[in-house]
């Protein structure tokens, strides 16, 4: 879906970049980096994989890029020519960029028919689609490891309460 998108909105102005920072799931096909020569490897068998013609940026093996965007492992940022964050999200959602950048297509046009537009901040919680069996095909082409980390971390999650200040539905 991000592949289509960024085809959509490369005309429009937007460049649409992958940040490979760290394997979210390393198992013994994928292990964790621990060179830059593996991570980059890893990063070209990702792009073959998934047919990534974005451009594809790597992080170095200690983590900086990703350390200081957020150290989670599918997010996602709308950030303009001059650096600012226009959108950020915890987890790549393609709807909801969609719908972000047409929001910011239609801020401009209104702005070039001269309505003047102040800019704000706001939040929201997302709901996305999750596959797992897409989630269970990638976590096994990993190696068997990664899927028994991840199915007992779900276990693990699904025994802890909530954590103060935070609602849960």
Known sequence: ALETMA???TDQGFKFIFVYTREAHPGENFPAHQTLEQKLDHARSLQTVLDVQRTILVDDVAGT???LYGT???MAYVID???KVLFRSDWTDPPTIERVLDYILDARKQRREGLRMAPFYSEMVGY???DLSKHHEVLERAGPQALSDWEGRQKRGAQQPPRPGRIQI
Do not use: M
Request: proline share 7%; aromatic share 14%.
């Open 72 to 74: 989670l492992p599918n």
């Open 65 to 67: 890029g990703h350390e």
């Open 7 to 9: 085809k959509k909105y």
């Open 81 to 83: 020519r001059g650096g």
């Open 128 to 130: 996305r689609w999750s």
